[in-house]
């Protein structure tokens, strides 16, 4: 099974001042929420959050936002492109520090036209710490938005390891692939668009030890705080991407109401 991947996220990777051309209307999907889907995903790293928020993304419309991808690509982008978010960020990161939460929630904050598309939205990687779930909790009281649910994925330790020791990325367009089970076609290089697959530099085993540590610390006192507000939904992230995206839908079934459409 191949993920299609939102192409159309320059707003989510730029910042506001760039458009968003996309269309929800063109859209082909399987189910469709009768109403945007607006979730965030939680988990440790590698858990699969990234493959399920392209396969809801697919089927349900809602765009995948990713933090992570804006901090990756920040390293990119030329001067003229970068918001002052973006900046900061980058300045945090060349010292080799981690973005602290100020600036990292100045980047949602540059980014709020994602928060208020139509399709809805599936944030990954944000927020990260209680301090960014309550300006998350912020943002969109400012919008009068509300959230759906808080999906977090788990899964036993060793299975984490081994989907992040074989993750192989597209350098292009960010497909994920794995390279026993999700493998391209031809190896190296990208089903989608042809562009070389590489492993990212915090897949190495040394820097996976370190970001379980920082979930663990950081991230999983956030469960608590969803939990508390009844949003924290918990899904086991166990068994092939189609079949935790069917336990996914299950779980979330009385949240956000979904229409088989074939
Ligand atoms: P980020 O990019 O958010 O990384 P992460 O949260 O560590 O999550 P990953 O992208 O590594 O994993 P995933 O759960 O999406 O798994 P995937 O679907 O790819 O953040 C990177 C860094 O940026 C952070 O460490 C931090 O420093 C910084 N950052 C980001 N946000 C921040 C914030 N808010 N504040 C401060 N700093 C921030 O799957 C993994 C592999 O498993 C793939 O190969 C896939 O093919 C395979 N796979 C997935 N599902 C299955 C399945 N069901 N069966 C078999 N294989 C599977």
Known sequence: MRMQINLQRDTWLRGNATPCERSAKSRCVRHAATRPMRAVLLGPPGVGKGTQAALLFARMGACHLSTGEILRTAKCLNACDRTPGLNTA???MQRGELVPDQTVVQLIQERTDCLRCHAGFLLDGFPRTVEQAKALDQLLGNEHLGLDAAISYYLPWPVVVERLSGRRTCRACKSAYHIETLP??????????????????DDQPESINVRMQSYAKSTAPVLDFYRDRGLLVEVSAEGAPEEVYQRTLQSLENRVKVKPTG
Not at 184 to 201: K, N, S, T, V, Y
């Open 90 to 92: 980058l300045e945090y």
């Open 184 to 201: 391209p076609r031809q190896e190296g290089l990208c089903d989608e668009c042809g562009g070389p697959l590489h492993q990212r530099e």
